[in-house]
């Protein structure tokens, strides 16, 4: 069964804590999302990769950075996190450009107290 | 500002009962998806619409696309229980590869 895993469910911070959020899938995909959702705003995209060392920001991009060294592996990087950063982070991919449906991840509560 | 609007927002109804959700926007959209996302978890694709117009079964399910491709409907037929979960409607817009989400309808169906 192909699979987007986010490596971690739940996961508590403190705030200025440097942070990383990891999403690996299994599908050969090429592109890769990250989002944040909150109550109300829906999804909101914070970067998004269409090839390997490939990164482009999306809506939201202001205290986040990516790095995507291999193809299968996407990783978020809060610099110092902040109490506003508290959410629940989505990974996504795609196999390319087109109309196909993403592969989400199960996400990951993020706490920042 | 969404671009695209769900509503309702909430829904509550009693299992058995028929129910339809919307999706509209003022731009149009070369493909647009229905994701449903349960507690804890991601979305998961439904369906995706493609043709002004189209419409899609998928058991107790129905999607249209209009025929504009600036909305988009779903109707449950005999909502069961297991119908419950945060229903995502997004639209694709293939000349800026753009995928957008809308805020979502949250479906409780009680037994």
């Known amino acids: 069964d192909v699979k987007v895993t986010q490596s971690s469910r739940y996961l508590v911070k403190r705030t200025g804590e440097k942070v990383f959020l990891e999403c690996v899938q299994d599908?050969?995909?090429?592109?890769m999302f990250w989002y944040r959702q909150d109550p109300g705003l829906g999804l909101r995209l914070i970067y998004f990769?269409?090839?390997?060392?490939?990164?482009e920001k999306g809506d939201i991009p202001e205290g986040y950075s990516v790095s995507r060294e291999k193809k299968e592996r996407f990783s978020l990087i809060l610099e110092s996190a902040s109490t506003n950063q508290t959410s629940m982070y989505l990974c996504?991919?795609?196999?390319?450009?087109?109309?196909?449906?993403?592969?989400f991840g199960s996400g990951t509560r993020l706490t920042v107290v | 500002t969404q671009l695209l609007e769900q509503s309702p927002q909430f829904l509550s109804i009693q299992e058995g009962e028929n129910l339809t959700v919307y999706c509209n926007s003022s731009?149009?959209?070369?493909?647009l998806q229905w994701y449903r996302q349960e507690p804890g978890e991601g979305p998961v694709l439904l369906v995706t619409?493609?043709?002004?117009?189209e419409v899609k079964k998928l058991k107790r399910l129905t999607f249209q696309f209009g025929d504009a491709r600036k909305d988009s409907s779903l109707h449950i037929t005999a909502a069961q229980t297991g119908d419950t979960g945060l229903y995502l409607c997004?639209?694709?817009?293939?000349?800026?590869?753009?995928?957008?989400f809308g805020a979502g309808t949250r479906l409780t169906v009680k037994p």
């Open positions: 731009s149009v959209f070369s493909s």
């Open positions: 990769s269409y090839d390997v060392k490939m990164k």
């Open positions: 619409v493609v043709t002004g117009g």
């Open positions: 599908m050969d995909h090429e592109n």
């Open positions: 996504a991919s795609r196999p390319d450009r087109g109309t196909y449906g993403y592969t």
């Open positions: 997004a639209g694709f817009s293939y000349n800026n590869n753009d995928m957008r």
